[in-house]
């Protein structure tokens, strides 16, 4: 199977079955709307004790945004604040790359399949709709991302 074949699969698996996906609760809820395609995601989120915990999302959208939503998700749930902001860094780097560096598979895990959307700029903001929700959502919890 081609890498590109597998990539694909990756992500349209998580597209059709997303991991963490729900109706946010909790008093922290922090909502993100890309106006250049109308993707949209609500994510509620908790930290406790340095750790990433009670991670939810929801949205609507293309597959990229839907898929990078569930990546992220899984990625950073039950990880460190610290881990999640290097994971944060290295697929912010990998998106705005424009298709010149391939990101760190050991820390990006599934999210290495979202590599080529960093050549279509106009898909970058799909793929980082849901990280940026998580940063803000990070930030107003009092983590320094």
């Given at each position: 199977m081609e890498l590109d074949s597998l990539y694909?699969?990756?992500?349209?698996?998580?597209?059709?079955?997303?991991?963490h996906?729900?109706?946010p609760v909790?008093?922290?809820?922090?909502h993100h709307v890309n106006p250049n395609?109308?993707?949209?995601?609500?994510?509620s989120l908790a930290i406790k004790d340095g750790?990433?915990?009670?991670?939810?999302?929801?949205g609507v959208g293309c597959s990229i945004s839907q898929a990078s939503a569930s990546?992220?998700?899984?990625?950073?749930?039950?990880?460190s604040v610290e881990s999640a902001r290097v994971a944060l860094q290295e697929f912010?780097?990998?998106?705005?790359?424009?298709?010149?560096?391939?990101?760190?598979?050991?820390?990006l895990e599934d999210a290495i399949a979202l590599a080529g959307v960093s050549k279509f700029p106009a898909?970058?903001?799909?793929?980082?709709?849901?990280?940026?929700?998580?940063?803000?959502a990070a930030i107003q919890n009092g983590a320094e991302l």
């Open positions: 694909q699969e990756v992500i349209l698996d998580h597209y059709k079955k997303p991991h996906k729900g109706l909790g008093e922290l809820q922090v395609c109308g993707d949209e995601i609500t994510l750790k990433v915990e009670d991670l939810i999302w929801d990546i992220m998700s899984d990625l950073v749930s039950g990880k912010t780097e990998l998106m705005q790359s424009k298709g010149t560096i391939s990101g760190d598979e050991e820390i898909r970058v903001k799909c793929a980082l709709l849901s990280w940026m929700a998580f940063k803000d």
